[in-house]
């Protein structure tokens, strides 16, 4: 199936740039291709069970996706996208992957109630993280600074940690299950969202909640913070996707952006969202099988891209091109380009 965009216009949203017609062969119908995919659209098959994450590294080169059948695969973006390694440890589903801003770890959250880092050059594990007495839902590595993650579990609380460190550095008890996590730019503070609706910012000098934003009317299964570092996304199980805005002196009421259209269903995954690397569109997986991509500025859907059989767990913007990746219960990834 296609995965065409619901609005008839199929023009990309980047403007090619001088010199990239060279490598950009003309599609079907001497469309101008937008992208150095393969074929406008690539399907990536061989895990045996649900894909719950899928990320780009931050070069654009490789992806990564951790699924319900224990492992972690990652592919090539270009050429055939094939898989070339198989990270192997977890006793359980991988529910939350993350690479590290250098792109040579990747991080995963386990209902194994473990964290785990993973050299990239080796395919090695390179530390297990288990202190927690429950599912890890979500992890998170800071942008800058020592090596931080952050991670949040079911046990009702987050816990900080340093790679170079055993054990865990800070922990941040809540009264509820913790779904979603998120470090602030500059890594001083975090960010948890979870069974209460209510996204808590810690401040880690004080340990302690500095700030509570309300407003999402059922559990956050994802966030993600802006490319600035000045907002935060967060997808909500109410159906709705909102952004804060996190900036010092900023209004009482922070949540200035609401985004809606995507569903979530009884299955409750932690469905996640992300912002393009420009700041200028969000995106967000769906119950409905449709990937969803929002204009921030007039939150308008630009996309609805239909091609998955289950629901769409994750979705991700390429960091350089317009490309979108997408993951899903049935299995497969999508590439295809904007």
């Not at 199929?10 to 079907?28: F, I, K």
């Not at 996208?81 to 990747?106: E, R, Y």
Request: aromatic letters at 8%; glycine letters at 8%; one cysteine or more.
């Amino acid at each position: 199936m296609m995965l065409a965009p619901s609005n008839n216009n199929s023009l990309a949203l980047v403007a090619p740039r001088p010199g990239m017609e060279l490598s950009q062969p003309t599609g079907p119908g001497g469309k101008q291709r937008t992208s150095s995919l393969e074929s406008p659209i690539m399907l990536l098959t061989g895990h045996q069970s649900a894909i719950y994450s899928m990320k780009f590294n931050p070069a654009g080169t490789i992806i990564a996706s951790g699924s319900h059948d224990k492992d972690i695969f990652l592919w090539y973006v270009h050429g055939d996208c094939k898989n070339f390694m198989v990270l192997q440890g977890h006793k359980n589903a991988i529910l939350d992957l993350q690479w590290t801003t250098d792109g040579s770890t990747i991080i995963s959250a386990s209902p194994d109630k473990t964290l785990r880092a993973w050299d990239i050059e080796t395919g090695k594990q390179i530390k297990k993280m288990n202190e927690h007495s429950s599912f890890v839902n979500s992890c998170c590595p800071s942008r800058r600074g020592p090596p931080l993650v952050v991670s949040g579990s079911d046990d009702g609380t987050a816990k900080l940690w340093d790679l170079r460190q055993r054990g865990a550095i800070q922990t941040f008890p809540d009264k509820y299950q913790i779904t979603a996590v998120s470090f602030s730019d500059t890594a001083d503070k975090i960010y948890t969202g979870g069974l209460d609706n209510d996204i808590k910012v810690w401040d880690l000098r004080k340990n302690e909640v500095t700030m509570t934003m309300q407003g999402h009317g059922d559990m956050i299964t994802g966030m993600q913070l802006s490319p600035d570092g000045s907002y935060l996304l967060t997808n909500g199980m109410d159906c709705t996707l909102r952004i804060w805005d996190l900036r010092p002196y900023a209004p009482q009421n922070r949540c200035i952006k609401i985004f809606a259209g995507h569903q979530h269903n009884f299955e409750k995954n932690l469905l996640k969202c992300a912002w393009s690397p420009d700041g200028s569109k969000v995106t967000a997986g769906s119950a409905d099988r449709m990937v969803y991509i929002w204009d921030t500025t007039s939150r308008k859907i630009l996309y609805k891209l239909p091609g998955h059989n289950g629901s769409v767990n994750e979705t991700a913007f390429h960091p350089t091109e317009p490309i979108m990746g997408s993951c899903s219960s049935d299995k497969q990834i999508y590439l295809g380009e904007l």
